[in-house]
């Protein structure tokens, strides 16, 4: 059996006459056999091979001899043919096309087996669609499917891509499935980027000053599955990027800052992190962690994964901008696990103390209203840079994580008062010989390590102005203090 062809198979017993010839009538009609084929010969038992014949369909025969003058017939019988992969398949125009991704569609119908896979091939040249993007299939006979290209890893702005659809469709007559896809190639064009609108993000009242290193926006796009719509901007370090990311606010709907990050290419880790703590703006609805892991869409610089072995040697993929920081959604605590958003911190009795006693009194000080809490997290390389293998790569452990904190209350948009102090730590375990090592407090087994600073003295290690929309005349005094009881609660 196939496709095309059967093999029709008879016999007889016990004639009484001359058998002068065999064979078979049969149709795609039951008790309407209007085709007549004969056999070579009057043996029994006799067949024949059948052509031509319609792929999927049913078919219905009889066999036959003749005996003397007088044709006697055995019973109707049937077989079906088997199908052969029909799908037609279809572009249709990409929908959503912004500067840095597109939803592709595609159709398909007449499909005869079912669909085990559809998806799109795509490039920026129509003779060489390299990639390819998929989806689950269907059994349904025909139907439509779309995919998103640019969410990972995002497409150029205005550039002229190519896709072309495709599913893939079970063939019985060869037992396998077949790829079938559309005749023509589909195009569009991503659009321009905006040049407006990310700069306010850069003018925030506790951001550092960048404006002397910004020199484009190379990109932005949005990242639904974790609620963000990000911007990327190059620097005049071309191995450093500065990403914005945001959410959607759960009460306004509005585009709201989740937090910024300047990422090193060359330390595989962010420079700083900037975020804002405040209930109302940033509500905590204790959604949990994720601890999803993924490559920060914003950054197209080298390696993003940090320690591919972390938990192993020691160290652990230490959060910048904490998981518990953001919890307003679970969409935009997701964004606290990208690749940028880490760098190598020593577990034991450090990321798991007083950094983590220090992370969680920030979250109790969060105020709410018209009180913000300016958050500015980063790492140093100081003296020697030890290097731990991963992927290939040479990661580099920073020397040092730090956290400066700015608290600014406001009258209007003015404000009329804030409060400034900074803590540094070597990255290793802190563990004291005596109870009581508090993330404010002295570690005596690291040399007598005083964990608090100033502003002053974190921005001259790192070699940036943090704050710098906080008015110079409150400025100076918050940034130069070190009396941390304001913010402890601690003598």
Known sequence: MSSTGATLSGSYTGATGEVTETGFYYGTSSGSLTT?????????????????????????????????????????????????????????????????????????????????????????????????????????????????????????????YYFKAYVMEYDENSGQFVERKATSVQSFTTTSVSQTG??????????????????????????????????????????????????????????????????DGNKYAPVWTYHVM????????????????????AINLTQQGGLDNAGTVGYSRGHLVASDYRQSSVKQNKQTFYHSNQAPQWQNSFNDGVWNTLEQRVKTMTPSGTTMLYIVTGVLYEGTTTTKPSGGLQVPIPSHFYKCIM?????????????????????????TKNTGLTYYGTDHNTGDEYF????????????????????????????????????????
């Open 278 to 297: 405040n209930s109302t703006q940033w509500p905590d609805k204790n959604v949990g962690r994720n601890d999803d892991w993924e490559n920060d869409p």
């Open 198 to 263: 990310w700069q306010g993000y850069l003018s925030d009242y506790g951001m550092p000053d960048v404006s002397g290193i910004i020199t484009n926006l190379r990109q932005s796009g949005t990242l639904s599955a974790r609620d963000d719509k990000w911007y990327s901007v190059n620097t005049s370090n071309n191995n450093r990027q500065i990403a914005i990311h945001t959410y959607t606010h759960p009460t306004s709907e509005a585009e709201t800052l989740n937090y910024v990050v300047l990422y």
């Open 36 to 160: 007549k084929v004969s056999t070579n010969g009057s043996a029994s038992p006799f067949s024949t091979v059948l052509t031509d014949l319609i792929p999927g369909t049913k078919y219905y025969f009889k066999a036959f001899v003749k005996e003397g003058d007088k044709e006697v017939y055995g019973s109707e019988s049937s077989f079906t043919t088997k199908k052969v992969a029909t799908a037609t398949v279809s572009n249709s125009a990409a929908t959503s096309v912004t500067s840095s991704s597109a939803k592709l569609n595609g159709s398909f119908s007449e499909a005869s087996g079912s669909i085990y896979e559809t998806g799109f091939y795509w490039g920026t040249s129509q003779n060489s669609l390299t990639n390819k993007v998929t989806t689950d299939g269907t059994n349904a006979t025909s139907g439509s499917f779309n995919c998103i290209i640019g969410e990972q890893t995002p497409l150029n702005a205005n550039t002229t």
């Open 452 to 491: 608090v600073t100033s502003i002053d003295a974190i921005e001259e290690r790192a070699g940036f102005d943090f704050f710098a929309g906080v008015p110079s005349s409150l400025q100076t005094t918050a940034e130069s203090n070190t009396q941390h009881n304001w913010f402890t609660g601690a003598n």
């Open 407 to 431: 608290k600014c209350t406001f009258s209007g948009s003015t404000i009329t008062d804030a409060q400034g102090i900074a803590f540094v730590y070597t990255n290793q375990a802190h563990i």
